[in-house]
C-alpha cells in the first residue's frame, strides 16, 4: 500500500504542496499579516493523503496501460502485487483523510477544494485521447495555488488565479521533463504527451512553459503588491527553471527524473522568498 500511495517518492506530495504553500503565503503579503502557521501543516497532511490517493487512483485506471511501460509494469496493480478491491479501500481511507482536512476551513475552501475532483478524476483519461494530458494534470496540480488563499481570506482575487495559472504551467513544465523517461514506451503503448508533442524541441516547450510560469507568478506579486524579498524568490525560482531548461537531453531519461525532482527545491526558494516577505517587512 505505501507503493500505490507513492510514500517512497515524496517529490510528489511536495508539487502538490507546495503551491498551497505559496498562495497561503502570498494572501499572508497580501494582508500585512503572518504566516497561517495552522493552515501550512494542514496543507502538508492533505498533500500527503491527496498525492496518495490520486495515484492509487491513476493506477487503478491504468492497471493495463502500465503492464506495457518499464518504468510503470511493477506497480502494485500492474505486477499482480495487491487486488483492485484492496487499492479501492485504500483509495477510500485516504480521500477521508483529506476531507477531514478540508473541514477544517471554511466553507468556501471547502467547495473549492471539492471542484478539483471533477479534474482529478478526468486526468487518467487524458493520455488516451490528447497529447497533453499534462495540462490536465497541471489544473489539478496547481489547484493549491487557489486554497491556500480562499483558506486564509474566504474568496478568490486576482492575485491567487494569477498565481494558479502560473503553477499550472510550472507543472506542465516539469511533468514534460519527467515524460521524457516514457517516450518510447508511451509510443508503443499509444500514449500521449507534451514530450511526444514538444519531440526535438522539448527544451524549447519547457523553457517557453517557464517562462509562462514566471511571468504569471510575476503578475500575482504584483497585484499583492509584494515587495522584494518576494521578488527576489521569484528571480531565484526563475534561474533554477532556466537551469533546468538548458539542461534537458530528449535522450537522457535519468537526467530527466533528476531535474524533473529538483522543482521541490524550485518551489521552496519561491516560498521562502514569499515566507521572509512575511517574517521580515511587517
Keep these: 500500500m505505501l507503493e500505490l500511495a507513492r510514500l517512497d517518492r515524496p517529490i510528489g506530495w511536495w508539487l502538490l504542496l507546495l503551491?498551497?504553500?505559496?498562495?497561503?503565503?502570498?494572501?499572508?503579503?497580501?494582508?500585512?499579516?503572518?504566516?497561517?502557521?495552522?493552515?501550512?501543516i494542514l496543507f502538508f497532511i492533505g498533500?500527503?493523503?491527496?498525492?496518495?490517493?490520486?495515484?492509487?487512483?491513476?493506477?487503478?485506471?491504468?492497471?493495463?496501460?502500465?503492464?506495457?511501460?518499464?518504468?510503470?509494469?511493477?506497480?502494485?496493480?500492474?505486477?499482480?502485487?495487491?487486488?483492485?478491491?484492496?487499492?479501492?479501500?485504500?483509495?477510500?481511507?485516504?480521500?477521508?483523510?483529506?476531507?477531514?482536512?478540508?473541514?477544517?476551513?471554511?466553507?468556501?475552501?471547502?467547495f473549492l477544494g471539492c471542484a478539483s475532483l471533477a479534474i482529478v478524476g478526468l486526468y487518467p483519461f487524458m493520455k488516451r485521447i490528447s497529447s497533453w494530458p499534462q495540462a490536465v494534470l497541471g489544473a489539478a496540480f496547481a489547484w493549491g495555488g487557489l486554497v491556500g488563499w480562499s483558506a486564509a481570506l474566504g474568496a478568490l482575487a486576482p492575485a491567487p488565479l494569477l498565481l494558479y495559472l502560473g503553477a499550472v504551467f510550472w507543472t506542465i513544465g516539469y511533468d514534460t521533463i519527467y515524460a521524457i523517461q516514457d517516450i518510447e514506451d508511451d509510443a508503443i503503448a499509444g500514449i500521449g504527451s507534451t514530450a511526444r508533442f514538444f519531440g526535438g524541441r522539448v527544451r524549447l516547450g519547457v523553457g517557453s512553459l517557464y517562462m509562462l510560469a514566471v511571468f504569471c507568478v510575476a503578475g500575482a506579486l504584483l497585484t499583492a503588491k509584494a515587495g522584494v524579498l518576494a521578488q527576489s524568490g521569484l528571480v531565484l525560482f526563475a534561474l533554477h527553471l532556466g537551469w533546468q531548461a538548458m539542461r534537458i537531453d530528449p535522450r537522457d531519461g535519468a537526467l530527466a527524473l533528476r531535474l524533473f525532482r529538483s522543482n521541490r527545491d524550485a518551489g521552496l526558494l519561491l516560498f521562502a522568498g514569499f515566507a521572509a516577505e512575511v517574517l521580515f517587512t511587517r
Excluded at 32 to 39: A, E, N, S, V
Excluded at 79 to 88: E, I, L, Y
Aim: proline residues 3%; glycine residues 8%; charged residues 20%.
Design 19 to 40: 503551491p498551497c504553500w505559496w498562495s497561503s503565503a502570498l494572501a499572508s503579503i497580501y494582508q500585512r499579516g503572518p504566516l497561517h502557521g495552522r493552515d501550512l
Design 47 to 110: 498533500a500527503v493523503a491527496m498525492r496518495g490517493a490520486g495515484s492509487t487512483y491513476n493506477d487503478i485506471i491504468d492497471r493495463d496501460i502500465d503492464t506495457k511501460v518499464e518504468r510503470t509494469k511493477q506497480r502494485p496493480l500492474a505486477s499482480g502485487r495487491a487486488s483492485v478491491g484492496s487499492a479501492k479501500l485504500f483509495l477510500a481511507a485516504q480521500c477521508l483523510v483529506g476531507l477531514a482536512v478540508l473541514l477544517c476551513f471554511n466553507i468556501f475552501t471547502i
